[in-house]
């Protein structure tokens, strides 16, 4: 099992002057403690469940832009990018930017967005969620048709492009990764099923990610795949302490790292490949040795993946 960092909040102390700082070494830390992969949010504004709309938020691709450059190994992505939020071929020129320049490290994630909030205050065209799955649909197939070199036309019900071309082309071959976020069996599954080469899923315990793990395995035997071939991905949310059981200043509980072996074992136990966390202070630089002793005990758990 990979284990990889969220990171969701950026209104540290003397922000916005301390975010650059901060955020630089956060990669950096994550690189060095082993972690496989950092992701931040494709949101404009602060999310509900984290913060007040007006907390701090970065641009995703620009901040992953930053993070490449402060790094050399960890590899990049957007957790994930909605689909409205950029029109189809230039989020293939976006991607591909980044992992020419990152040396191969980026992936796309994707899903078919849902703060109507950020949308209708940014200006952004909010369709319904029945269009913006057949959006996502159709921009899958787009940043698809555009890695694989193809720079014929593509039109499509939503989308019409003259000339795909994409050049340079992306360093990662075939692609860059795509991972497709979400939870639905009938829609956002059959997507993955079809375009993904990995899913995300919420933590919400081991059984239930059988259960939906279970019912991707049936959509990938619909159109002949192997359900091994996709990597399984959640996100978690862990609060990493030399002792856990502790209320941290945050108000979260802490776990030790032989706790979180335990619940982490567990979601490999039913198939999960990688665990993304979110972590409750990952400004925190003393905690990143906690961080690397449980890179280096969860590492054996499930499948073997390249």
Known sequence: MRLGLQVSWFSWPDAPASIGPTFGRIAQDGEAAGMWSLWVMDHYFQIRGIGPAEREMLEAYTTLGFAAGQTSRIELGALVTGVTYRHPGLLAKTVTTLDVLSGGRA???????????????????????????ERLDETLRI?????????????????SLERTLNSPPSLRRPH???????????????????????????????????????????????????????????????????????????????????????RLGALADVGVDDVIIGMAAPEDRDVYGLVADLVRQVGPLGRDVA
């Open 176 to 262: 860059p990764p795509i991972l497709i976020g979400g939870m639905g069996e009938e829609k956002t599954f059959r997507l993955i099923a079809r375009y993904g080469d990995a899913c995300n899923l919420f933590d919400v315990g081991p059984e239930r990610v059988r259960q939906k793990l279970a019912v991707l395995a049936e959509r990938c035997a619909e159109v002949g795949r192997d359900p091994l071939s996709v990597r399984s991905t959640v996100l978690s949310r862990l609060n990493l302490a030399a002792k856990g059981g502790d209320r941290a200043a945050s108000g979260e509980t802490t776990q030790s790292v032989s706790e979180a072996v335990d």
């Open 143 to 159: 940043v698809l048709q555009m890695w694989a070199d193809d720079d014929a036309p593509f039109r499509g019900r939503h989308y």
């Open 107 to 133: 992936w796309l994630g994707i899903g078919a967005a849902w703060n109507e909030e950020e949308h209708r205050g940014l200006g952004v065209p909010f369709p319904p969620l029945k269009e913006r799955f």
